[in-house]
């Protein structure tokens, strides 16, 4: 899959831009704070129907306007497939694929894969289980409909239970009414987490070898996936905890308290790891999520590279770029020195300055 072209109105600071892309690899250069992730966030926004800042729709419309306008243009398996999404400050974002609107956000996911790589990422392992968490949900709502109905629908029921929980406490009466949302909450959780365990084994098919490679051979890396409780216990456990639960005034058990732990060699690297390694284990496991959608969808997705570059060492940025192969790629950075020093192949470059794009440079570098 490739992105063709992409359009953009009153969105962050364009008023209005038209990029066409090359199916190889796209540099987007320039000094900071002009504009070069923006474009990135619109392609992530296409893909996932998210920010990958977590921004809401009012503050990524341009400041002195109401609403913006994204339009994306695809090539999958020789379709052409056009995105449109209409945001505005205060409703609802629309999207339509291919001049039909869609009536839910979800049935957007799975059409664009994106793999999209940061600074911010390269301290997923060190950082708190929300943060791995995230990374899981995000790749499998992409992949799988069924994981993104069962967590929707699970995260909902959280929220209705946490509200219920604290009107117990001001009106235990209510208590009888839990059990209605303790077994929804059972049902779709335990969903949730059969299918994060067959996700880790999904990765680690792959992520062993990556990693090992990445490593010089040193190290053989393994994901392992730390649920707050089985699927098999889980309805047994929201019972068992539900005092505790009304005195805390939240769900304190579920899938929404997982964790995955990353073992080098038999030692977590989250607790014990060295910075190098943590961030070779980022490195694999961003690597591992293409090679994984690839396998999934039978399809390449488009990898988005944000100013990551920067914050590896040389070795890394190699193995980085040399990977990429067939990939259509979209890389974020200050300057092209790395990639003249390194002779690495380039499609097509774009200069940046202040919300104009500048495509003055074609070819190899």
């Known amino acids: 899959m490739v992105i063709k072209s992409l359009e953009l109105s009153n969105f962050r600071n364009y008023s209005l831009l038209n990029l066409s892309f090359d199916r190889g690899t796209n540099i987007l ?27 809401k729709d009012k503050d990524i419309v341009n400041f002195n306007e109401e609403e913006a306008h994204i339009r994306a243009y695809l090539e999958k398996k020789e379709d052409e497939i056009r995105i449109d999404m209409h945001l505005r400050k205060n409703k609802s974002k629309g999207i339509a694929i291919d001049g039909t609107r869609i009536k839910k956000a979800a049935e957007l996911l799975g059409i664009m894969n994106v793999v999209f790589f940061s600074p911010e990422d390269l301290s997923i392992i060190k950082n708190g289980p929300a943060e791995r968490r995230h990374f899981v949900d995000m790749e499998l709502c992409q992949l799988d409909a069924g994981y993104l109905y069962n967590l929707n629908h699970y995260n909902r029921i959280v929220n209705q239970r946490n509200r219920l929980l604290k009107d117990i406490y001001q009106n235990p009466s209510l208590r009888d009414t839990l059990s209605v949302w303790d077994d929804q909450m059972a049902a779709f959780g335990s969903q949730v987490i059969e299918r994060r365990i067959t996700f880790t084994e999904q990765l680690n098919d792959i992520i062993g070898e990556i990693h090992s490679r990445l490593s010089g051979g040193r190290e053989h890396l393994k994901v392992v996936y730390e649920p707050d409780v089985t699927s098999e216990n889980f309805a047994e456990a929201l019972h068992r905890n539900q005092e505790r639960d009304i005195r805390l005034k939240m769900t304190s058990t579920g899938p929404h308290r997982d964790d995955f732990s990353f073992l080098a060699d038999g030692v977590d690297i989250r607790k014990f790891g060295s910075q190098g390694q943590q961030r070779t284990a980022a490195l694999s496991l961003k690597l591992s999520e293409i090679e994984l959608v690839k396998k999934m969808t039978k399809d390449t997705p488009v990898l988005l590279l944000d100013d990551v570059l920067s914050e590896l060492d040389s070795n890394r940025q190699n193995y980085l770029l040399n990977s990429i192969g067939d990939i259509q790629t979209i890389i974020t950075c200050t300057g092209l020195d790395d990639f003249v020093n390194n002779r690495f192949e ?14 003055g440079q074609n070819g190899g570098i």
């Open 29 to 55: 250069y320039g000094d900071n704070a002009q504009g070069k992730t923006n474009i990135l966030e619109a392609i992530y926004l296409c893909a996932t129907t998210k920010s990958h800042k977590g921004a």
């Open 346 to 359: 380039i499609n097509k470059v774009f200069r940046v300055a202040n919300g104009t794009v500048d495509a």
